[in-house]
Nanobody, 115 residues
Framework: VQLVESGGGLVQPGGSLRLSCAAS????????MSWYRQAPGKERELVAS????????NYANSVKGRFTISRDNGKNMVYLQMNSLKPEDTAVYYC?????????WGQGTHVTVNS
């Protein structure tokens, strides 16, 4: 199982970023996918998740209405569109899946929201 995130960077408050996660080594279309984030000095937290077919999504209250999770099962990709970014969104963002009670994580991509 391999998960590789990309798309992070430095953005001003109010700006947008689109994170991508490329998945390989497993039957991607069969599994939930999630985005988590971990800010400095804080615990890792769930940001958003999406069902295997993409029809079910869930969001943390702090990002509802600003972030959108999506997936392309033909490309084995999951995305996180982040709009109206705030300084408190600054964190390392991780892609995750879970199979047979085992969590698989990517290496993370840094997002910094700062003017």
């Amino acid at each position: 199982v391999q998960l590789v995130e990309s798309g992070g960077g430095l953005v001003q408050p109010g700006g947008s970023l689109r994170l991508s996660c490329a998945a390989s080594g497993f039957s991607f279309s069969r599994y939930y996918m999630s985005w988590y984030r971990q800010a400095p000095g804080k615990e890792r937290e769930l940001v958003a998740s999406i069902g295997s077919a993409g029809g079910t999504t869930n969001y943390a209250n702090s990002v509802k209405g600003r972030f959108t999770i999506s997936r392309d099962n033909g490309k084995n990709m999951v995305y996180l569109q982040m709009n109206s970014l705030k300084p408190e969104d600054t964190a390392v963002y991780y892609c995750k899946t879970r199979m047979l009670s085992i969590d698989y994580w990517g290496q993370g991509t840094h997002v910094t929201v700062n003017s």
